[in-house]
């Protein structure tokens, strides 16, 4: 988040209901004539007209013995949301371990029926913090999308190989830090989870808040991701090299809802997917300074600088979700987390990587 203020609106149409009483035609209780509260009557009209015919229908599919719902209607929430990742890249005897710091962002959200809104201010971007990170999680009864968007200029860390700070090949292995600044990473992944046992389950109980698990319960899962990945190696004088990955992972896994006593629920799930299509490139940009430079020694100018290979057996992508929540009498605390990784390998290359999305919450029923 580059700005100082974001406004996020995410309408999200959960299908899980949240009041027992959804049939019943709740009267305005907002009172006046005027236009602007008549428009937010009309509006509340339409929300519960909507919300009604939705949880007249969902109403029949859930197992009341597994899963509740919390009889207020408005939920108002606070949280402190948190980003990062790591990587390895691993080529022969030069190995990168590098991390981006990690971005932190302050929200409010307000939620009538399974109707959110959200507002995120980020103000730690005032020190200097230039990485960019969006998510959306959209959590209904058998059905889950995820959709999340990192741009990591803080990359750092160490280096182990043979060469040395200036280019030099080294008798003997070296190790030294990695400023930021050299490498940038662009990673998007956008996929679904279908979940078997939505009857009894719900991821919606641990991420959203919006009903609650009665019993503990588990559910296989079915997914289908696809991943995005740039890293950007900045040469200075000499240009940049781009390393860009795509692929698409199909796969299964399993998710578990534990109900403790005293109302704490811990929810975790772990899918895992097989590379079923990629397409991998690297690609040299040099600059015009190297070009003309090139060309007065009489050096022949490369005039195709892109190589597309790919990677030797299956790629994996694993996206792992985890939440602790914690209820006392109408209000909640929550931490919830959502990652997610690949592994490739290209003959002595390996890359690894793994990015994350975590929010602290603490909210109330009205």
């Not at 929550?334 to 003959?347: D, N, P, V």
């Amino acid at each position: 988040m580059k700005h100082l203020l974001t406004l996020i609106l995410t309408i999200t149409l959960l299908s899980s209901p949240l009041t027992a009483t959804a049939q019943i035609e709740i009267p305005d209780t907002i009172p006046g004539k005027g236009f602007f509260i008549g428009q937010l009557n009309l509006a509340k009209r339409i929300m519960d007209s909507f919300s009604n015919k939705r949880d007249a229908s969902n109403a029949a599919k859930l197992d009341s013995n597994y899963i509740g719902y919390y009889p207020e209607k408005l939920m108002f929430s606070g949280g402190l949301a948190q980003n990062g990742g790591w990587m390895t890249v691993r080529d022969g005897d030069n190995t990168f371990k590098l991390s981006s710091d990690i971005t932190r962002a302050l929200s409010l959200k307000a939620c009538y029926r399974g109707l959110a809104m959200v507002f995120a201010v980020n103000p730690f971007n005032m020190f200097g913090n230039t990485d960019t990170e969006f998510d959306i999680s959209f959590n209904g009864d058998n059905m889950v999308i995820d959709f999340l968007y990192q741009n990591s200029n803080s990359l750092s860390g160490t280096y182990t190989g043979i060469y040395s700070p200036n280019n030099q090949l080294m008798d003997h292995e070296v190790e030294y830090s990695v400023d930021k600044g050299l490498f940038n990473r662009r990673t998007m992944m956008v996929g679904a989870m279908y979940v078997f046992n939505s009857r009894r389950f719900s991821y919606s109980a641990a991420f959203d808040h919006t009903c609650i698990q009665k019993r503990s319960c588990g559910s296989f899962l079915l997914g289908a991701h696809y991943l995005y990945n740039r890293l950007r190696l900045d040469l200075r004088e000499y240009g940049d090299i781009f390393m860009r990955s795509k692929m698409v992972g199909i796969g299964g896994g399993y998710a578990y809802n534990l109900v403790l006593p005293k109302r704490w629920l811990i929810s975790a799930s772990a899918l895992v997917e097989a590379g079923v299509w990629s397409r991998n490139s690297v690609e040299t940009v040099m600059t015009d300074a190297l070009i003309e430079g090139l060309k007065e020694v009489g050096r022949e100018v490369p005039t195709n600088l892109e190589q597309k290979y790919s990677y030797d057996g299956l790629p994996i992508i694993g996206v792992p979700r985890l939440a602790v929540t914690h209820n006392f009498g109408r209000y909640f605390a929550a931490f919830t987390s959502l990652g997610t990784f690949h592994y490739e390998r290209y003959k002595k290359q390996d890359n690894f990587n793994f990015v994350f999305t975590s929010n602290l919450v603490f909210g109330i029923h009205l």
